[in-house]
């Protein structure tokens, strides 16, 4: 009996607590955060690959995987579940589109920005942007440019609006449900390491439309070597975040597969690049070519109006 | 000694002894007053005139009308919400919005179905987005701000129209231009005004930037409106 009086619950402390009484006591923390994982991981490899710290293995993804899990608890048919896919704040979406904007060799803007939290917020409203933007700046450059025409009446084109809609959001969505497929496909015969879910690739294609708003403003501006460079540096940097992001899903399965999957990401990005430039601003030199003729056909006429009298 | 007594003492007993003296007058009612319904009072609205009934919507838009041109920080908006003002401005707009059947042919602006389908589409879709980030306004009240809110912007229609029946040159471009900036300007902050209480405050720029997109693609129809001018028959067709 008087043992199990003496038998006390004793609460310990805190880690900080007794680490303040015992500074050289060796610590375990259960729960790393990311940055002390990677430094261990890094002191015990002879070479770190940046990637593979970045792809954190397999321990980390599993974790994602099961925060990503714990979050979208809800069943797709509720309300709430649409609410988690839009759980992001404005700072969060500032650094997902600065993210985009800028590659850093190394840092995939899957693991870095989106961290098993997609959002749909970001490719949904980027497409909208990027629609009005195009079809707005394409109307004011063809105005620009043909002003002053005396065959010229300037009509608002309304109707490239509904296209250039259809087009830009077929690319954010279909694309990513090809690429979706043709990675779950690929990662049934060959183990990789890295495994996208739909939304998260959708996020990804999403945010790298944004580069192409302040391009498509620069486009106004009539002059051709200055569309090009433009478009051809915005193809770069976004395509360049593709890449790094899609690279270490490909890199395991066979060379040819992989090169071909890389750049039929690229080449489709440029596609949709270049068909819009194309399809929705006339090139400059048509504005030219309806004025130049017309004194010559007015001086034909002039001169077999007075060789008639 | 004492201490015992006290504590055998029931409680509240010293209350007896307290005498109620005679000068007070304790008196009155204590029935509860029950509204009775009375017959003549209160008569259902099915029996009033329908002149009645018109005036009664029409000013309760009016007042909301003056609630969006005078936007302060009021719940009137969002208590007693309609969509009959929505309706109102948005075929309005429409209306004078749309291209003429003789522009068929070339790619004009647009049509009556799709300046509507835009603008209800458009608040459907601005209005789903404020709830999916986790805003605390109900889809009609949403709706309802929304809608009231292109009354400037109606406005300045109305101008643009009246504007260009007089010239077409550089000078009416420029009238319509400031116009259609102050009444964009004017909408947005007025939708902002009734909108934003409503929203979790890290999110609010990811609420009012839709807003913002919506009124400027409306300002931009505005702005780009090209009547169908008879002075086009006269230059040389191709």
């Not at chain 1, 995939?108 to 990027?130: E, K």
């Not at chain 1, 049934?188 to 495994?195: A, F």
């Not at chain 2, 889809?139 to 029946?165: D, E, H, K, N």
Request: hydrophobic share 45%; net charge negative; proline share 5%.
């Amino acid at each position: 009996m008087a043992a199990v009086d003496d038998l006390q619950f004793q609460e310990f402390d805190d880690a900080e607590n007794l680490l303040a009484v015992n500074r050289d006591a060796t610590t375990i923390s259960i729960g790393d955060s990311h940055e002390n994982s990677k430094k261990q991981r890094k002191s015990f490899r002879n070479v770190p690959k940046d990637e593979d710290d970045d792809l954190l293995g397999n321990e980390e993804s599993d974790k994602t995987e099961l925060l990503a899990g714990q979050r979208k608890s809800a069943p797709f048919w509720t309300f709430e579940y649409y609410q988690t896919l839009f759980d992001v704040d404005t700072y969060q979406v500032l650094d997902r589109i600065k993210g985009s904007v800028l590659p850093i060799p190394g840092k995939n803007f899957v693991r870095l920005y989106i961290r098993s939290n997609p959002d749909l917020y970001g490719p949904f409203w980027i497409c909208a942007t990027l629609v009005f933007a195009i079809a707005i700046s394409g109307n004011i450059s063809n105005f620009i440019l043909h002003v002053g025409g005396p065959t010229y009446h300037y009509v608002p084109e309304f109707r490239k609006v509904t296209i250039a809609a259809t087009a830009i959001y077929c690319y954010a969505w279909l694309v990513p449900l090809a690429l979706w497929g043709f990675l779950m496909w690929r990662n049934s015969k060959v183990m990789n390491i890295v495994c996208y879910s739909f939304l998260e690739i959708v996020c990804v294609y999403g945010y790298s439309l944004f580069i192409y708003i302040p391009t498509a403003v620069l486009w106004i501006i009539p002059l051709e070597w200055l569309r090009w460079v433009s478009v051809v540096c915005a193809m770069c940097l976004s395509g360049s975040v593709l890449v790094l992001t899609f690279w270490p899903a490909v890199r395991d399965d066979q060379r040819r597969i992989a090169i071909a999957t890389v750049s039929a990401i690229v080449i489709l990005h440029a596609l949709l690049a270049i068909g819009c430039k194309t399809y929705f601003f006339d090139l400059p030199e048509a504005g030219n070519q309806i004025q130049s003729p017309l004194p010559s056909t007015s001086n034909v006429t002039i001169k077999t109006a007075s060789q008639k009298t | 000694m004492a201490e015992v007594d006290e504590s055998t003492k029931p409680l509240f007993a010293g209350l007896s002894d307290v005498s109620i003296s005679e000068d007070i007058p304790v008196e009155g009612e204590i029935s509860v007053p029950v509204d009775s319904p009375t017959q003549d009072d209160e008569y259902s609205t099915l029996d009033e005139p329908v002149k009645e009934t018109i005036l009664r919507d029409l000013k309760a838009v009016g007042k909301k009308f003056v609630h969006v041109l005078y936007p302060k920080k009021s719940t009137a908006l969002l208590r007693d919400w309609d969509l009959w003002g929505p309706l109102l401005l948005c075929v309005t707009l429409a209306l004078m919005l749309q291209r003429s059947s003789t522009d068929s042919k070339e790619d004009g602006g647009p049509q009556f179905a799709e300046v509507f389908v835009l603008i209800w589409f458009g608040s459907v879709v601005i209005t789903l987005n404020s709830k999916l980030l986790g805003g605390t306004i109900s889809f009609f009240q949403s709706l309802c701000v929304l809608g009231y809110c292109i009354l400037p912007l109606t406005v300045a229609m109305i101008i643009c129209r009246l504007v260009l029946l007089g010239s077409e040159g550089i000078v009416s471009f420029i009238i319509r231009f400031i116009v259609v900036i102050v009444s964009f300007g004017w909408s947005t902050f007025a939708s902002t005004a009734f909108l934003a209480d409503s929203q979790p405050p890290n999110r609010k720029a990811l609420v009012v930037y839709p807003i913002f997109l919506f009124y400027f693609v409306i300002s931009w129809m505005i702005l780009t409106f090209a009547p169908s001018s008879s002075s086009s028959t006269k230059t040389v067709g191709h």
